[in-house]
Each structure stands twice: as structure tokens, then as C-alpha cells.
T-cell receptor, first 115, second 117 residues
Framework: AQSVTQLGSHVSVSEGALVLLRCNYS??????LFWYVQYPNQGLQLLLK??????LVKGINGFEAEFKKSETSFHLTKPSAHMSDAAEYFC?????????????FGTGTQLKVEL | GAVVSQHPSWVICKSGTSVKIECRSL??????MFWYRQFPKQSLMLMAT?????????EQGVEKDKFLINHASLTLSTLTVTSAHPEDSSFYIC?????????????FGPGTRLTVL
């Protein structure tokens, strides 16, 4: 079984500050990992994904994440926060060997960006 | 590309009525679609996996007679909430798997807000 843990249900940063959203996974096989963003009353938009190629993954809107197998982590970062980054962020894991192509989501982190 | 739509975006209904939500892949054919439910301030919970031309696979604890799923074509899956009650009020999101996109990536619809009075 796979699972994802997102530490910190709420994160608040100042505009221009570093954004760090934490994600740890549990998987019996090397997983696929995803970060999605959700704006209020909208669906999910893919930010980036890890698929066993480069461990440092760059996504849209200046976000990136690093896959660290030794730490079973896939933390999301952005060097400088913008007001438009305020949203809910979900980390998700998938089994590349099958498992019905399902995604298992973390509980989400609400990012607040303050002036 | 890889756009998924949902209709309606929101619906209000009376207790005891049935509500149908449509999920369409607009620019690709999706053999597999997924239905999620999201309560306020919570994560997405997978309800079922919808495969074109076959019965949906429901997750444990999801009532298949309550949440009817039909994937009649490669671009359309529907979720019908039968005899809706206030506790069914939620945000329902569908996603579709693009057959040519690897890594189990799913493309999500904008969601449907269901309110049962």
C-alpha cells in the first residue's frame, strides 16, 4: 500500500520569501510522485511530476521538487513566493507497476502568502 | 491539450432526488476516468475507477447503488447520485487518464459542487 504525508496543513510565507511544502511518501516500489495545486472551487492542476528520471524536477510557475529516496521525501519549493501562489497544494503517489493507475493524495497544505 | 470538463459546475437539489454529473475529455479519448469526492478543507478521496465499456470499480466503503457510474463512451463518464441526502453534499471531481501520457498522470476536471437541501 502507498501513502503520502504532508506535514503542515497550513503554511504562511511573506511575498518574496522561500516556499517549502513538505511531502513524505511510503511505497514498496519506486513510485511516481506528483504535486498538484488547487485554487478555490476548482479542479487540480499538475505542477510537476517525478517519474524516475532526474531527481530534481522543475515544474510550472517556478516550482521545483527534489526526490530523495533516502529520506522518502519529495518536498516542493519555490525561491520567491508570489501572491498568486496562495492555494491548496496536494502531493500524490502512484504505483508505476500498476495498481490500477490510481493516485493516492496527501491531506493537502494550504499556502498563504502575505504582503 | 488534455482538457477535462464537468457539467454542471454546481447543483442544488432537494433531498430524495437524483443528480447526474457529467465528465468529458474534450480533446482525447479516455479509457479510464476516476471520480473523487472532496469535503471542505480535506483531500480528495477516490470513489471509483470508471473504465469504458465495463463496470466501474468502487473503492471500499463507497455504495455502488448510491453512486452510479456509467462510462458509455471514450469521452464521457457520468456519476449519478441517487436519492441524494444532505450528507451527500460535497465537491465531486473527475479525472481522466490520457492513453498516451505515461506515469499514471491524470487530468482533472474543474469539479462539481453538490448541495442537497
Amino acid at each position: 500500500a502507498q501513502s503520502v504525508t504532508q506535514l503542515g496543513s497550513h503554511v504562511s510565507v511573506s511575498e518574496g520569501a522561500l516556499v517549502l511544502l513538505r511531502c513524505n511518501y511510503s511505497s514498496s516500489v519506486p513510485p511516481y510522485l506528483f504535486w498538484y495545486v488547487q485554487y478555490p472551487n476548482q479542479g487540480l492542476q499538475l505542477l510537476l511530476k517525478y517519474t524516475s528520471a532526474a531527481t530534481l524536477v522543475k515544474g510550472i510557475n517556478g516550482f521545483e521538487a527534489e526526490f530523495k529516496k533516502s529520506e522518502t521525501s519529495f518536498h516542493l519549493t519555490k525561491p520567491s513566493a508570489h501572491m498568486s501562489d496562495a492555494a491548496e497544494y496536494f502531493c500524490a503517489v502512484s504505483d508505476p507497476t500498476g495498481g490500477g493507475n490510481k493516485l493516492t493524495f496527501g491531506t493537502g497544505t494550504q499556502l498563504k502568502v502575505e504582503l | 491539450g488534455a482538457v477535462v470538463s464537468q457539467h454542471p459546475s454546481w447543483v442544488i437539489c432537494k433531498s430524495g432526488t437524483s443528480v447526474k454529473i457529467e465528465c468529458r475529455s474534450l480533446d482525447f479519448q479516455a479509457t479510464t476516468m476516476f471520480w473523487y469526492r472532496q469535503f471542505p478543507k480535506q483531500s480528495l478521496m477516490l470513489m471509483a475507477t470508471s473504465n469504458e465499456g465495463s463496470k466501474a470499480t468502487y473503492e471500499q466503503g463507497v455504495e455502488k447503488d448510491k453512486f452510479l457510474i456509467n462510462h458509455a463512451s471514450l469521452t464521457l463518464s457520468t456519476l449519478t447520485v441517487t436519492s441524494a441526502h444532505p450528507e451527500d453534499s460535497s465537491f465531486y471531481i473527475c479525472s481522466a487518464r490520457h492513453p498516451w501520457t505515461p506515469y499514471n498522470e491524470q487530468f482533472f476536471g474543474p469539479g462539481t459542487r453538490l448541495t442537497v437541501l
